[in-house]
Nanobody, 127 residues
Framework: QVQLAESGGGLVQAGGSLRLSCAAS????????MGWFRQAPGKERECVAA????????FYADSVKGRFTIARDNAKNMVYLQMNSLKPEDTAVYYC????????????????????WGQGTQVTVSS
């Protein structure tokens, strides 16, 4: 059973940066595709970034391209989301998600493709 634990959320002013971390356990991490999702109040959950099991393929939502970077460290069983130039509209609960990779370049971007989820971490960006 894959277990995921996010950390690094908090309150930041617009234009600032945060780095979210997600620690994974219970499965061979290098066999997992990983994603970061967010959900703001009254809005649907959206995938902001995803990364393949070896880290050689990544997806970004248009809303975060050029500002967010997803990375993973397979030796440490960690995935990260570096968030720069934060905007108030980035305010949401951010979730880490994992899915067993079916191929090296598998980079799922839909929530229904992921089987494992963390509890979430709140990110609040003030204007």
């Amino acid at each position: 059973q894959v277990q995921l634990a996010e950390s690094g959320g908090g309150l930041v002013q617009a234009g600032g940066s945060l780095r979210l971390s997600c620690a994974a356990s219970g499965f061979t991490f290098s066999n997992l595709a990983m994603g970061w999702f967010r959900q703001a109040p009254g809005k649907e959950r959206e995938c902001v970034a995803a990364i393949s099991r070896r880290g050689d393929n990544a997806f970004y939502a248009d809303s975060v391209k050029g500002r967010f970077t997803i990375a993973r460290d397979n030796a440490k069983n960690m995935v990260y989301l570096q968030m720069n130039s934060l905007k108030p509209e980035d305010t949401a609960v951010y979730y880490c998600a994992a899915d067993i990779a079916t191929s090296s370049y598998y980079t799922p971007r839909r929530g229904t493709e992921y089987d494992y989820w963390g509890q979430g971490t709140q990110v609040t960006v003030s204007s």
